[in-house]
Structure formats: structure tokens, C-alpha cells
């Protein structure tokens, strides 16, 4: 490793780094019981249980579209890593029920601002599940994406790496 390479690691790292947007059990993406999070049809990524209520950004970068239902968001990170935060399953349908935006598309975000609310007990009491795929959407421009799953995460930690 060079000098250069060396000096600039550090933040060379955080670019290609993901931290944990919920609380919860971050778990591997084929045990989302949708074949389109389990399948990989949307990209690489993991899922959280969630045990919070909140999504912050896992990442700073920009609010590439906040879903006006408030069950998903997409973000672009500064390094270019394209993110989708999809709480639930199929709560599409809940027409933005138990969920309450916080920021909006085109919004410039840093590590750990909080961009979603929701409320994870009620949206289960209506029958859905509520885990929370994190799926890199350009997975084909990288030559690893390497989630971090079957360990229990808090707000900010390390749950994913891409490497170019």
C-alpha cells in the first residue's frame, strides 16, 4: 500500500461503508419472505428486524426519492453507493399509515439524520411484516458488496462494505 492509498484509507473506507439505519437484528436478505428483497432481483443488500422507530441515513449523501407513503426511501451516497431502505413488506398499502417523513427528495442528509418514523407495532397489528431491506440498487458497480448480518445493531454501526 502506498503512501497515498495509506493516508486517504480512513476515509476511503467510510465512502464504501453503510452503517445501520435502525435498531435491530440485521440479518442476511434471503430471509425477506419477498423474492424481490430475497431473490436480489432489485441488488445485494441485507435486511433489519427492526426493534426502533426510527430510519436514519445510513450514510451521508442525498435523498434520491422519498416515497410520499413514507414506507421507503432511496438515497445516493457522496461516494455513489445507490441505496433502498423499504420498511416492511408490501406497505405500500398502508397509503403512508404509521408513517411520518421527516426530510424530502433531493435533500442533502448526513450519517445518522433521521429520514423515516413509523410505527413498527402497529403496522405488524395490521398483519405486515415489518422488516427492513437495505439493498444496494448498483450492485453491478462494485466487485463486493459484503453485508454484516446475524448480529444485533444499533443506529451507526458498520453493517455493510462495497468495494469498486
Same mark, same amino acid.
Given at each position: 500500500?502506498?503512501?497515498?492509498?495509506?493516508?486517504?484509507?480512513?476515509? $476511503?473506507?467510510?465512502?464504501?461503508?453503510?452503517?445501520?439505519?435502525?435498531?435491530?437484528?440485521?440479518? *442476511?436478505? *434471503?430471509?425477506?419472505?419477498?423474492?424481490?428483497?430475497?431473490? @436480489?432481483?432489485?441488488?445485494?443488500?441485507?435486511?433489519?428486524?427492526?426493534?426502533?422507530?426510527?430510519?436514519? *441515513?445510513?450514510?451521508?449523501?442525498?435523498?434520491?426519492?422519498?416515497?410520499?407513503?413514507?414506507?421507503?426511501?432511496?438515497?445516493?451516497?457522496?461516494?455513489?453507493? @445507490?441505496?433502498?431502505?423499504?420498511?416492511?413488506?408490501?406497505?405500500?398499502?398502508?397509503?403512508?399509515?404509521?408513517?411520518?417523513?421527516?426530510?424530502?427528495?433531493?435533500?442533502?442528509?448526513?450519517?445518522? @439524520?433521521?429520514?423515516? $418514523?413509523?410505527?413498527?407495532?402497529? /403496522?405488524?397489528? $395490521?398483519?405486515?411484516?415489518?422488516? /427492513?431491506?437495505?439493498?444496494?440498487?448498483?450492485?453491478?458497480?462494485?466487485?463486493?458488496?459484503?453485508?454484516?448480518?446475524? /448480529?444485533?445493531?444499533?443506529?451507526?454501526?458498520?453493517?455493510?462494505?462495497?468495494?469498486?
Amino acid at each position: 500500500m502506498g503512501f497515498f492509498s495509506k493516508l486517504f484509507k480512513g476515509e $476511503e473506507d467510510a465512502a464504501n461503508t453503510l452503517f445501520a439505519p435502525v435498531d435491530g437484528k440485521a440479518v *442476511s436478505v *434471503s430471509q425477506v419472505s419477498d423474492p424481490t428483497f430475497a431473490d @436480489e432481483i432489485l441488488g445485494k443488500g441485507l435486511a433489519i428486524k427492526p426493534s426502533s422507530n426510527t430510519v436514519y *441515513s445510513p450514510c451521508d449523501g442525498t435523498i434520491d426519492l422519498m416515497f410520499d407513503t413514507g414506507h421507503a426511501v432511496n438515497l445516493v451516497s457522496d461516494s455513489g453507493i @445507490e441505496i433502498l431502505i423499504h420498511i416492511g413488506l408490501d406497505t405500500v398499502s398502508l397509503k403512508g399509515k404509521h408513517f411520518k417523513t421527516l426530510k424530502n427528495t433531493g435533500d442533502k442528509v448526513k450519517k445518522g @439524520e433521521p429520514l423515516i $418514523e413509523f410505527e413498527k407495532d402497529e /403496522i405488524a397489528k $395490521e398483519g405486515f411484516d415489518t422488516i /427492513i431491506p437495505i439493498i444496494i440498487c448498483n450492485t453491478d458497480s462494485y466487485s463486493e458488496v459484503k453485508p454484516l448480518t446475524d /448480529i444485533d445493531v444499533k443506529v451507526g454501526d458498520k453493517i455493510l462494505t462495497v468495494r469498486k
